[in-house]
Structures are given as C-alpha cells and as structure tokens.
C-alpha cells in the first residue's frame, strides 16, 4: 500500500478528531475537493486497515463509536413498519447502530445507521422515500437484524416488549429474542 497523501492524512485527522459523523460534502469542502474524491480517499484509507463507516449522517471512523453493550435484535416485518420499529428502539433509548440481512448470494449485507433519535428516524426514512431505496429487508423478506448500543438492560427490555406488542416478530434463540455480541 503506498503512503498516505498529504490530503488523505489530513482527511483522516479530521475524522480520528470529530465527536459525530461527518457529511461527505462538508469532507469535500473543508479539503478544496470534490465528494468524488472525498469518496477516492476513504477507498483507499479503508483499503490501508481504517475501520471508517459510511452512514446516513456522513463518514465515522470507528474510535468515535462509545462502548456500551450491544446486541443483535433478530426481527421480522412488513416494510411499512421500518419507522414505527426504529423508533421504539430510539425512543426506549437504544442506538440503531445498523441494519444486516444475509443474502443467498452474496451473504451478509450491512447498511450502517447510527440512528438514536426521532430526528434521525425521520431523515432516515425521509432519504429512503426521497431516493426510492428499497429497504435491505425486501431482499430477505422482512428478516433481518439491528445491532443496537445501550447503556441499560431495561432499555432493551422495554424495547423489546414494545417491539412486541407493535405485532413487530422477534426471532427468537432459544427463549431469548437477541444474540448477544459483547
């Protein structure tokens, strides 16, 4: 791999330093650059070993991401209710961290999130009206799974029980509806 370019240093300094995500554009614009090689550059940086995720609020590198616990929440539902699942997860104080299916062919897809509030909820599904994206749930049926962050167990109790009563199915393992990551 060759050594970094004095731009793609500087753009990784920027987000090692940034507490929240960074739009694509605002990268663009603080470089003198287009999106398009702001785009080039994460390339390359992630292709030297940076964790660096793309979400729907911009680019993150992974050492802004805090250490609570996480789990994996193994769901089933209809499209038309993405918005009422996230945001009983955000309102029960979860962060959405992600969305993962796993695909016959090409096997597990991950679309990164980072959603914890309502306002992030409704961006999000307004971006997935606004692009006509389908979700990454269509490709398996409604199945699929969020990694979530929280700082309490019963925060994801209350989530899960209103998960629950909303008629959205939880996969169950055994008698838990979650896998446990860490």
Not at 95 to 104: A, F, G, K, Y
Request: proline content about 6%; charged content about 20%.
């Amino acid at each position: 791999m060759p050594p970094l370019t004095n731009r793609q240093a500087a753009l990784l300094e920027l987000l090692v330093n940034a507490t929240a995500p960074i739009p694509g554009q605002a990268l663009a614009d603080e470089l003198g650059v287009t999106r398009q090689v702001i785009v080039h550059d994460i390339a390359l940086l992630r292709a030297a070993g940076q964790r660096i995720f793309a979400t729907p609020k911009g680019y993150l590198i992974e050492s802004v991401l805090p250490a609570n616990k996480q789990t994996v929440l193994a769901v089933s539902h209809t499209p038309e209710q993405t918005e009422a699942e996230l945001c009983i997860l955000v309102d029960c104080g979860l962060r959405v961290l992600d969305v993962r299916v796993e695909h016959p062919v090409y096997g597990e897809l991950v679309g990164n999130l980072l959603l914890s509030s309502r306002r992030d909820v409704d961006l999000f599904m307004q971006r997935i009206r606004t692009e006509q994206a389908p979700l990454l749930s269509t490709l398996t049926g409604g199945y699929h799974y969020h990694r979530v962050e929280y700082q309490e167990d019963e925060q994801l109790h209350a989530a899960i029980h209103q998960l629950t009563q909303a008629g959205i199915q939880l996969l169950t393992n055994g008698e838990l509806p979650i896998v446990p990551e860490r």
